[in-house]
């Protein structure tokens, strides 16, 4: 019986966390995600952070053209009753199938791959590094690509067979700053990320 109790007051806050979500006027500058249990608002990147996103957009844009996918920014990516929103994700270019029924996004189950650029601070890397890697690995998002210039001068991880159990990827290859990181699988398989993205080793 307290097995139940507990699992019907999950999936009330889960309800609950859903709806104020739905109904909530978000600053403008922020976004609002829902990982973990939590309502999480955090502010858009600033010039560095966004360059880099503007960057990688462009360049996934002409890698993919022709497959059928596309990149996008800032968008919600639904997985169940939770919210994230990626600095950038690569999607279907037709989304009619991958629409979330209620037109708050497109589902993760359509999503082939998701990049964060980490901003400035101690929490903004525990989200990046910690909570969104098992909340996409829990949602299973194939590939999952972190950006950060404060890993020890800058490098790009390429986390990829994502366990939805242990909401854990089960791969991870880090690679500095001044190389190359390239997709390993996917519709951007192939993609390099490189200094002309990220700049180079930030010393």
Not at 39 to 61: C, D, E, K, Q, V
Not at 71 to 81: F, R, W
């Amino acid at each position: 019986m307290s097995v139940l109790v507990v699992e019907e007051t999950v999936v009330n806050l889960d309800q609950m966390l859903w709806q104020t979500w739905k109904s909530m006027d978000v600053p403008e500058g922020f976004r609002a995600e829902i990982i973990e249990g939590t309502i999480t608002l955090s502010p858009t990147g600033g010039n560095r952070h966004f360059g880099i996103n503007r960057r990688l957009g462009r360049a996934l844009y002409d890698h993919l053209h022709g497959t059928g996918y596309g990149p996008a920014q800032d968008g919600n990516v639904i997985a169940g009753l939770k919210v994230l929103i990626p600095d950038v994700f690569v999607a279907p270019d037709e989304i009619d199938e991958i629409e979330h029924p209620e037109g708050v996004g497109l589902l993760a189950s359509g999503v082939a791959l998701v990049v964060e650029t980490v901003s400035p601070g101690a929490e903004a890397r525990k989200r990046d590094h910690v909570l969104k890697h098992r909340a996409y690995a829990a949602a299973g998002i194939p590939v999952y690509v972190i950006i950060d210039d404060y890993d020890d001068g800058g490098a790009v991880t390429i986390l990829t067979g994502p366990d939805t159990q242990r909401r854990a990827y089960a791969s991870s290859t880090r690679v500095p700053y001044g190389k190359e990181a390239v997709i390993p699988e996917g519709p951007a398989k192939g993609f390099a990320i490189g200094p002309e993205i990220t700049g180079e080793r930030r010393d």
